[in-house]
């Protein structure tokens, strides 16, 4: 077996090699290709630090000899030796993995600085302070990062000799001052530092701070690889889900000093404003400071268009320099320069963070200036950013201290008068307040609550639960699972710790960041950019997979034709059943008699009529996909612990013998309907085989309401859509039932059209035998949150909020599969479309779970080949542009 | 295209032809082959009932002149002719599918006479008596059957005649009376039959009886068809899962007369003992009477072995003819015969039925006479009917009245006083009394009352409700769902209709039939004879299929072995957590304190370590797959309604305060715990990964009683299954945690043994991605009962009394997706088999759910490939012989 190479020289790699060298790695290499000033150095690569960790962190075998000889070739190079009494050279040891990470990872500075460089270096510089100065961060640093010294020790030790100086600042102690901190410094690392956990440090007998700069550099280096397994790192990995495997390169690299004296200088700067976007250079700079003190936030900086006037040479050919480098890049680029007596030294370059409004503008400028493609500037979007863009904000200037942090579960932010019932959000809207309803947890019946609130806020649940979907789709803020909020319901008022939120106490919520703030914060509106269409359009030519949206109201349906759905890919219609409509439905399905019922069946057919009317008619000419009733009718009852509850109080009070008979009897009908698990009970089709009434009142509903367009001259496209089907023969007969009402109606009505007929997938039988399923539907719309729960037996509600979150920390799942889709249920969908299209190639596919609005789903669903997605209408803009991805990656 | 023939002559057969001919068809053409002797004539094919159905119930073109070719050539074979006026050939028209229904299909006999052709029977016969009795017989049938006459209106005439005659008997009726009543019935036929529905009886201008014997044998063979459509054969075939697609046979047959006199008779035989098996003609037959009169229990029939003595000639003949056929079918034979004037003639030959004890003894009879071999004998047994030999039965001769029927859920019979509560159960048990217990449903909790009862009746719940199943498990008869019980537990009292059941009133239950009757019925114990073990020894040569069992105790778990179990595939540890334990598992969920929940967990582990070790020893060398704790934590504490509504009358009864507050604190965990759909929430192994103190009790439990008993030198095979994995991850987690403990106590213990870790696949998910978990499990258990739920999205508990019977019948499910496995979940156990097996080659595969002693699913699990199917102790030898015909049939 070949020997793998461990350790590049920076002239050796280029920018392509991201995954061997890090980020850093490779971009310092490439600029050190390209020509540009960068300090010398070697980068050790990122499978070096996995393969240290799996060797129970321990070197490989090799790696020591092959850091020394790239250490001894560098040395020449630079014409300078670690540790060296005369000229010493100095290094930093960074880590920079394949995916920054920043602020997570650890860092060494000025290392082989020791008793006899330090010498060396005050002769060379000519400058004690500075050299002494050098040695004590040094010290500082490395004994905190590597050796894990408490660093108030040190800290302590400087603030105890600015008191005995009777001076106020750092810069102000003498170069003896720091010299007797040095010997301060060591002292303290003696006393902390055991020979146990570092052996190596008894070399001389006595434990204490490195002088050799091999054991220097050897420790260093273990700990930024060590520094990959930090708890921090492993949270923002999986926050972010980063891979654990990437493992961080080690960039070795020589020290230049942007601390001697004024014609030295140090910043960082961003080829274009990473907060707008503007095409001008952007960034801060300090004279005579280390680089770390600019990042710091100590001193107060300067902008960087002044740096010409400080410093031209220097600052002239950093502007050259930063042209270039985006040029060559095509990105916006995120640069660390230092200048060291007039000489400028690129640190670090990198594409550059920026908002959602930046990257569009960038993205749109770029084209416009030939630098990229449309195609390339569809890639350049993170589409997840995007969600910032359509929603109110909180000011970004506005200063505030969160309550508690529940879940993000949608996003913008809301301010408004707490309140804590669903009615009570109506009465107040009413009278003109903004509220925020706040909930243990929300049900269908707190929907006109929720339509009435600028936000919601739960102390129960998770990003899926219904507060949460309900809310996305409505495209409302929500903070849920907030866990630290008690909240008691009767006496309407809410506990955080000792403080209280009674009703009527404003609040504000952002549902970006689950923040809970007792007062008011300023919020800005969205203003989407014209960027933001003109990339959206170009996203457009280039995607393969449709956009519909999940809507069902006439409202929702504008705003999705506004945001660009290409039609309603799910009409829910059991929010049609609740409100004021509920009182129907139960005397439906309360009704004693065929009259009762079919009295209530015909006043719901009306309202039913009116819905559809107006949602067709904002949709007018795309295609609007209405899914027949799918939830448990014993939703829209009573629940009966309460009414159970109810009634023994009466009892107790001695009430009304009649009205508890009648009580009871009700409680005894809806006992008779409850279920042990819903979600698998008798809903969906299963109602429309048991009720068939419903079903054809809602086909009634579609058909009358799609021949009263048609007669106003108007281009409704209903599909009419049934759920939850496991075995074919379900579809085939409410499909032959549909049929019947359909034909009815348009005779009636003397009208013609093509009313289609599907079926959402989402269980797995029905994806297992979509062969059989696929021959009797005109589409399929795989209903991926159904499909998640029965594939995984995992019921949402339950499990959001208990067992995900440890299956998450523990990584036995790398993600909420119901807000990314899991590979196992991608499966499930791939088989359904093969399944499907092998019988029936004309067969439209779809899905309409909440993951239509996830990227990294939309990804999934367009290499299975799917004809659309759909989601909340907010999700839009997002959907479409991830679509277009998915296509361009192909 | 050739046209398709439809009439078959009997000389055009065989045996081999019942598809086409049906199952009476066939044989009736096989004896013709045989040289036996067949009256003449022909049979219309099963296919063509089919084509008459789908053609709007008319006749396809060409079958009308196909069967008048045959009825002229077979007319010419007799030498006699339909309707003539002096030798008039008289036919029957008779169905026969290829499965026999008996009784649901129509036959219609003496076809052909007319007002002509009986006169001309009168005098060929010489009995003119005879020939209007045979027209009046016709009249009387083919109305009945054919025209839809109500057949009371002709035996109201026959009554008033005997009256005006002054006679008892219809054999006391003269040639006279007979042409008198013909006339009258005549009159019955033109006053109830219309013009519209029959066109055809119109043909001389008024509506009548018709003349013609073409229209005759026409309305005739449409009547047999559209029988095969009537509700009660729909029903018949629904029941006893018979396509709606074979269709039936119509036989029209020259008609032979037991009825001519003293030298004639008729009888129906069997060629053994149906009831025994013994090896001794059976039957009965009556002389001078017609055959239908046998068969309706009219007469006193005489018994067979009397025959020769009444006919030496043709009795001779007929047990010749019997012995051949048994011999040339080698199966037991139920035949029909007729003797006319000395002439025996063969009307039908059929495999008999027979009961389950004779079944057995008939095929190891045959093969010690060698007529079959060991494997055909195995495959002559209906796995279903052995149920019936290991429960009590009622006793044959008892005579009694059901009060209600619900579902047979158990099978055995059951007689004792009725209990309401588990409790009481337990100390009228205790008190020496045989009880039944009656509950609403069973739960859990009921387990110890059910253990004391000697049967289980329930109003609620399906044939895989709590009760049912459990039931099953202990072989204790089971009736579940007899809606029709209304239950008041609180006054101890059950009332069907009128009738009221008190505590301590004996009930019998018939757990095969599904009857509930009030008092004792009689019972009779199992007595399964020597050839039932000879039959399942050889089952056991031919099986390639394990039969396990599912087995809770020690007591189950000999009951297995006994019934030759090859080990316990399932033994589920929930029932260890109840009873007197159930407090023990109480204060450890509820623990507020480490200490408190570890004390809980250490008697745990004490009283589970005992109950391994009955186990272990119980199957001593056998494997016991262990699986650890499945079912969701809430299922072991209160019902938080019940508690709410005992605090709320505590509180309106002004209770104690402190009291109060203890139960609300309560109540708030318990509800902190509660699940919107426990089926699918925190258990199975996400218990394992949220609790893993309570997965390491069970674990220490299993591998301290191993180590004891291997000790004891014993040979204990304990296999740790872990429930509900959905991801791999959660199986490498939980392996890595078992392996841990499962070392620690080895070592401890000094005791050295392999314990195999396996899962079980009971979810979509982990079928689809088997080839990840196969990968890290010794061995997988299919969990089809958790499959179909998942894979269908049905819950059990709910669907079973709601949807699946609507479901059933209509035909939406062709069967009970719980007890036979369902096509679309087979997939996925093959999948899962398939993948698993591509990983991992030694993964050993078994499955566990009900449907392990389902002779259908068992039949299917053979053919995916599995090791071995575990099922209820006493459905093991059911197991074992559908286990060895499943690998015949290949």
New interface residues.
Partial sequence: MAAVKRVYDFSEGDASMRDVLGGKGANLAEMTRLGLPVPGGFTITCQTCIEYIENEERFPEGLEEEVAQHRAEFEKAMGKRLGDSVDPLLVSVRSGGPVSMPGMMDTVLNLGLSDIAVEGLARQTGDERFAYDSYRRFIQMFSGVVLGVDKDRFENAITAMKQTRGVDADTDLTADDLKELVGQFKDIVAAEVSAETFPVLASDGRVGFPQDHDVQLRLAIEAVFGSWNKKSARDYRALYRIPDTLGTAVNVQAMVFGNKGDSSATGVAFTRDPATGAKEHYGDFLVNAPGEDVVAGIRVTQPIDELVGVLPGAGAELDDVMDLLEEHSTAMCDIEFTIEREKLWMLQTRTGKRTARAALKIAADMVDEGLIDREEAVCRIDPEQLDQLLHPQFDPTADYEALTRGLNASPGAAVGAAVFSADDAVTAEAHGRDVVLVRWETTPDDLHGMVASKGILTSHGGKTSHAAVVARGMGKPCVAGAEAIKIDQVNKVARIGDVEIHEGDVISLDGSTGDVILGAVKLVPPKPSEEFSRILEWADESRRLGVRANADTPEDALRARELGAAGIGLCRTEHMFLGDRKQIVQDMILADTEEERDAALARLLEVQRDDFVGIFRAMDGLPVTVRLLDPPLHEFLDD??AL??EI??LE??GGDAATIADKRALLARIDDMA????????R?C?LG??HPEIYALQVRAIAEATCRLIAEGADPKPEIMIP?V??V??LE?LRAETETVVADVLAAEGCEIEIPIGTMI????AA??ADEIGAVADFFSFGTN?LT???????R???EG??LP??LE????PRNPFETV????A??VAMGCERGRSVNPALTLGVCGEHGGDPESVHVFGEIGLDYVSCSPYRIPLARLAAAQAALSE
């Fill in positions: 009966p612990r159970e509850v023994v109080r107790c009070a279920e042990a698990n819903p979600m698998l009970g008798l969906g299963r085989i048991m939850l496991s075995v023969a379900e007969t989402e269980l797995p039988r297992m035998t159904d729960q029965t594939a995984f037996g995992f019921s509600d339950d499990i208990k067992f440890r299956y523990r990584k036995i799942l899991d590979a196992g249920v499966q499930l």
